[in-house]
């Protein structure tokens, strides 16, 4: 079958921002609006279980009026396929963001118009730089209370350091908010009313300041301004095209179309970022803001191709994203539910068909293509095969996980690695019942699989299953998907910190592991040395030996062992970090050497050196922010010190003040209670993950023994 749509009228997009910013509900209005559905669903109307949202359809989600996993649907809008995914903005879900950015050709960054750019806003910001995926702004909420346009444009720029093109300027805030000037067309578009099919009226740009006055001054003032915001525009937009801005400057005159595509230019390479306004909830700017998708968002390979990398991650290429190449996907996620498993999949090049067999190259098995299906949410539809720029779910993949590579079998190459979260805090989890043991197991094994963010350990020695995640929600809906998914009850312990260990000095180390028993016996020496390294730069092994002083069949049996046993150092048994261990040399015998005499001398060899080391306990350190009434920030700031943190940054946010800071994660349990009772029920606080950083030596003793407890 030929292709049924050429690429450039694909989009592949994210919505992503701050918790509760309104993706859902944007989401909501786009499938309303593309014809997807007839009826709108709004966020807050699920929590009686009833209803839901097309996106937000896991029983967690509507009970909480949150998302927590990112859920993908299809819908075309003038001619345009869109496919789109609604994010998570709790911190504890970023994964969820993380593989979406990664599998996505643009993102539309949602603004809550009162709040502005807020954490999650910044972190979700910084994971497109990384990922290198082109935005557009779009700051909702303009009717609530508060809203404050400029006050989110200043954040956009300076805060996320963002080139912020002004698109739209809104008509109004809070309940005077009837619409918004569109300065690329040069007119503005009033809505009658707030129902989902008010029609809006078109006013020349040359009208809005005589028909329209404002009661809040700076709404007011942008009215003043329109001309000249216009120039702005049409001037930075033209500088992404030598000959039209000279055009421009000599006669003043420029071309419509010429405008949106320099816009165009200007956004798909990121050199611009068109900010756009209006409310979903009121369902004001939801048709222009998909008209800004399909004018300034790229298509599949627009931006570039797909990197591919060799085995430690150096790009050696890139792909074009072509039918007629050959296949490259990526599985970005894989879920077990009603269907069975699904790998949601990304094809960057070539054609995929149902009964293909493929490769997964980052495990070095063959995959058979079963079934393809389109996802919508929760529902899926068979499809036969997938192109080049398509996103789609194969059904029963057998050994394919989360950030694998899949390829043809004649063309097999790596394609760039996803980076995942690191898990910081850990329960002990319990089955309730004797007979709930082993299915918890599965279970847990289950969903371990399905979020790279969540990881389980059971301790051989006394049986205990741990579970390590990103924080206290994500642990405690993790528990609670287990019993209504999956039937399976269970205890969850006290929430501990995931602290990590590393190297205190150089050491230099000789083991020999010498066993005689009966007949033949077992022999192997090591000489190493361990060497701390920097943060983030993860452990290294180096081969050093010459001359045959180890045979090489033996050498990997060393590093599997020092690697394995890096898992648990020896302060109290955290993972050990970022250190060097080179092999320099080391001793055989002809007979009683073997591959696992060398792995005991490895394990040995590592576990004496870090005790030698004067290792390190290294903890958990949190970005905080918390926002309050300005009269509670002192307490706030001195409870902060008490608890270890250090403050970076305080000042105000519309009506409420801020504070930014860093605190250790071991401080922290149970902030929210601290944080409702010392600001009246009105603080709020967000924290993430940011470093580890070394627990001052006076206190490891006191922390070890607080979290044996
Ligand atoms: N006043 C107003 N409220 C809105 C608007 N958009 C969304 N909301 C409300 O804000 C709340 C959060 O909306 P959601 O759409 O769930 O936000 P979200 O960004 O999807 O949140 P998470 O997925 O949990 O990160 C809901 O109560 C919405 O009704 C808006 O334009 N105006
Ligand atoms: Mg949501």
């Known amino acids: 079958m030929a292709r049924q749509k050429e690429l450039a009228l694909y989009r592949n997009i994210g919505i992503i921002a701050h918790i ?19 009826q709108i669903i709004d966020v807050h109307d699920t929590k009686d279980g009833k209803s839901s949202t097309t996106t937000d359809y896991l029983e967690q989600e509507k009970k909480r009026g949150i998302t927590i996993q990112s859920a993908a649907v299809s819908t075309e809008w003038k001619g345009y396929h869109i496919n789109l995914i609604d994010t998570p903005g709790h911190v504890d879900f970023t994964i969820e963001v993380n593989r979406s950015l990664r599998v996505l050709d643009g993102a539309v960054v949602v603004f809550d118009g009162v709040a502005g750019v807020e954490p999650q806003t910044e972190t979700n910001w910084r994971l497109a730089d990384q990922y290198n995926v082109p935005r557009m702004c779009y700051v909702n909420k303009m009717d609530r209370i508060g809203a404050n346009f400029a ?8 805060r996320l350091g963002a080139n912020a093109l002004l698109c739209q300027i809104p008509l109004g805030s809070q309940d005077e908010f009837v619409g918004m000037v569109d300065l690329v067309a040069g007119a503005a578009y009033v809505w009658q009313s707030s129902d989902k099919d008010s029609e809006w009226e078109v006013v020349p740009l040359d009208q809005v300041r005589a028909r329209f006055k404002f009661t809040v001054t700076r709404d007011d003032e942008w009215m003043d301004r329109l001309p000249q915001l216009r120039k702005e525009l049409i001037e930075s937009a033209l500088a992404m095209d030598d000959d039209a801005f000279m055009h421009y400057v000599e006669t003043g005159e420029f071309d419509q179309m010429k405008l949106k595509e320099c816009i165009r230019i200007g956004a798909v390479s990121g050199k611009l970022i068109p900010v756009l306004c209006g409310s979903s909830f009121k369902n004001k700017g939801v048709q222009q803001l998909l ?54 999949t990304r094809i960057y090049s070539g054609v995929i068909k149902k009964g293909d067999t493929m490769m997964n190259v980052t495990r070095g098995k063959k995959e058979r293509v079963g079934r393809i299906v389109e996802v919508q949410a929760n529902t899926t539809k068979d499809i036969d095969e997938v192109r080049a720029g398509d996103i789609c779910a194969f059904v029963s993949m057998k050994d394919t996980e989360t950030g694998d590579s899949l390829t043809d079998l004649q063309h097999p190459v790596l394609l760039e690695r996803m980076r995942f979260p690191d898990p910081v805090i850990s329960v002990s989890v319990e089955a309730k019942t004797r007979d709930d043991i082993d299915k918890m197991s599965a279970a847990l094994y289950k969903m371990a699989k399905a979020d790279p963010s969540l990881r389980l350990n059971v301790d051989p020695e006394t049986g205990e299953t741990v579970l390590r995640g990103m924080g206290e929600l994500h642990l405690e809906i993790t528990i609670d998907r287990m019993r209504s998914e999956l039937g399976v009850e269970a205890n969850m312990g006290k929430p501990k910190v995931s602290f990590r260990e590393a190297f205190g000095n150089r050491v230099d180390h000789i083991y020999t592991h010498k066993k005689q028993t009966g007949g033949s016996g077992q022999y192997a020496e090591v000489k190493m040395v361990f060497e701390p390294g920097e943060p983030g730069t993860g452990v290294v092994f180096v081969d050093e030996v010459v001359g045959g002083r180890i045979p090489r069949e033996f050498i990997p049996s060393v590093e599997f062992a020092v690697k394995t046993e890096s898992r648990a150092g020896q302060i109290a048994g955290y993972e050990v970090l970022d250190f060097k261990a080179r092999l320099i040399d080391g001793k055989y015998h002809d007979v009683d050497s073997s591959a696992l005499a060398f792995e005991i001398a490895g394990r040995h060899c590592f576990r004496e050196a870090h005790r030698m080391s004067k290792p390190r306990l290294l903890e958990p350190m949190m970005r905080i922010e918390v926002v309050t009434e300005s009269e509670f920030l002192g307490d706030v700031i001195g409870d902060m010190n008490r608890r270890r943190g250090q403050v970076t940054d305080q000042g105000t946010k519309g009506m409420q003040a801020f504070v930014h800071g860093f605190v250790p994660l071991a401080e922290m349990f149970g902030y929210i209670n601290y944080l409702r009772s010392a600001t009246r029920g009105r603080g709020t606080f967000t924290m993430e993950f940011n470093n580890y950083s070394e627990v001052p030596a006076g206190l490891v003793d006191k922390l070890m023994e607080k979290e044996a407890k």
């Open 291 to 344: 008209d800004a998708v399909v004018d300034y968002l790229p298509y599949p390979g627009e931006n570039g191709g797909i990197s591919m990398v060799d085995l430690d991650g150096n790009i050696i290429g890139k792909q074009e994203v072509r039918d007629d190449a050959p296949v490259r996907a990526l599985a970005f996620k894989v879920i077990n539910d009603q269907f069975g498993t699904l790998t949601f």
């Open 20 to 38: 509760d910013a309104g993706k859902t509900t944007t989401t909501e209005r786009v499938l309303y609006y593309t014809g997807r559905k007839h």
């Open 151 to 158: 006050h989110c444009v200043k954040g956009i720029r300076e």
